[in-house]
């Protein structure tokens, strides 16, 4: 479950991660899979836009940002407006963390992130704008990515 959450707040949440907790085996590739399964049926998303979510990739497409939104949302990481919930977000790197070094990391990073917006309201762009920042913010810190 560990593996789960920081791939979510990463690909979903597909980034403030790879440095934390990386979803690298199988196994973990396929619980990842059934917890997406909802969210790949309601947004249409591709295979590959799976992939990517479980390789801890930025997404590209359109169906791989709704797929990233609807996970985000999913865990209480955005809200139905778009909105990143930082508190909510580090409540779930509490439980998948266990350092404290990189528990702060990711609670500086992360902050820098609220208020994050796609110009135009659209939350699946929204989402990716988030998971960017948060990518940004690891690597500045020093990390491959969150």
């Not at 917890?35 to 790949?40: G, I, L, P, R, T």
């Not at 591709?46 to 865990?75: A, H, I, R, V």
């Not at 070094?101 to 762009?125: H, I, Q, R, W």
């Amino acid at each position: 479950m560990k593996y789960i959450l920081c791939a979510v707040c990463v690909s979903a949440v597909a980034l403030l991660l790879a440095s934390v907790s990386a979803v690298d085996d199988e196994e973990s590739k396929n619980m990842l899979r059934q917890m997406a399964s909802d969210c790949v049926e309601k947004t249409g998303a591709t295979e590959e836009d799976l992939n990517d979510m479980c390789d801890k990739k930025l997404p590209t497409t359109k169906t791989g940002k709704c797929l990233s939104f609807c996970m985000m949302q999913q865990f209480n990481c955005i809200d139905e407006n778009g909105n990143f919930q930082q508190a909510e977000f580090m409540d779930l790197m509490k439980m998948a963390v266990d350092n404290e070094t990189m528990l702060a990391m990711c609670d500086d990073v992360s902050k820098k992130c609220v208020g994050t917006k796609d110009p135009n309201n659209d939350n699946c762009e929204t989402a990716a704008l988030i998971m960017q920042c948060l990518d940004e913010g690891a690597k500045e810190a020093g990390y491959e990515r969150m």
